[in-house]
């Protein structure tokens, strides 16, 4: 069965940077995408990005263009988001995201958590 | 940029009720749109893709239609387990989500 599972809570301080991985499993790792999609305490979802594992093009949402990057690892079926100079505004659940071909978002992870305070 | 609105916001509902949410685009995307349900606490799960392919393993009472910039989900009986947020989203360059409805129980 698909299944990601996405690395543990991180606590940072403003101005630092944070990984997240995603390791997935059950299915052809680069024949889909992964998307990163996060949602901060009480508000809605926000997509941060896709980045293809099949050749690793990416593609980000403007909002975070020079803050974030998207990488994989097929030897180990693992996505990787990391952002960097981080704010209190970044404290959020961070979710990955199977991206079928078309688009949509059909296997997520659980979430990490990241929250960033002084 | 393309932005999604979703309305409305909230609604309160009753078991048994007909629900209809609609998201519009600012700019025409076909039918590349998609919608999910998320519940406090979880990880969103997909409903319809295409705007209005149910995906599998959810139940017929969810159905989307539309294309260009309206779109529209719809319950046709609503459950108990249905009282979640939904949220749509544009697949077509960038991908935001509208910006959620959350359906409550009257």
């Known amino acids: 069965q698909v299944q990601l599972v996405q690395s543990g809570a991180e606590v940072k301080k403003p101005g630092a940077s944070v990984k997240v991985s995603c390791k997935a499993s059950?299915?052809?790792?680069?024949?889909?995408?992964i998307s990163w999609v996060r949602q901060a305490p009480g508000q809605g979802l926000e997509w941060m990005g896709w980045i293809s594992a099949y050749n690793g093009n990416t593609n980000y949402a403007q909002k975070l263009q020079g803050r974030v990057t998207m990488t994989t690892d097929t030897s180990t079926s693992t996505a990787y988001m990391e952002l960097r100079s981080l704010r209190s505004d970044d404290t959020a659940v961070y979710y990955c995201?199977?991206?079928?071909?078309?688009?949509?978002?059909?296997?997520w992870g659980q979430g990490t958590l990241v929250t960033v305070s002084s | 940029d393309i932005q999604l609105t979703q309305s409305p916001s909230f609604l309160s509902a009753s078991v048994g009720d007909r629900v209809t949410i609609t998201c519009r685009a600012s700019q025409g995307i076909s039918s590349y749109l998609a919608w999910y349900q998320q519940k406090p606490g979880k990880a969103p799960k997909l409903l319809i893709y295409a705007a209005s392919t149910l995906q599998s393993g959810v139940p017929s009472r969810f159905s989307g239609s539309g294309s260009g910039t309206e779109f529209t989900l719809t319950i046709s009986s609503l459950q108990p387990e249905d009282f979640a947020t939904y949220y749509c989203q544009q697949l077509n360059s960038y991908h935001p989500f509208g910006g959620g409805t959350k359906v409550e129980i009257k």
């Open positions: 995201a199977r991206s079928d071909p078309r688009g949509h978002n059909d296997y």
């Open positions: 059950g299915y052809t790792f680069t024949s889909y995408g």
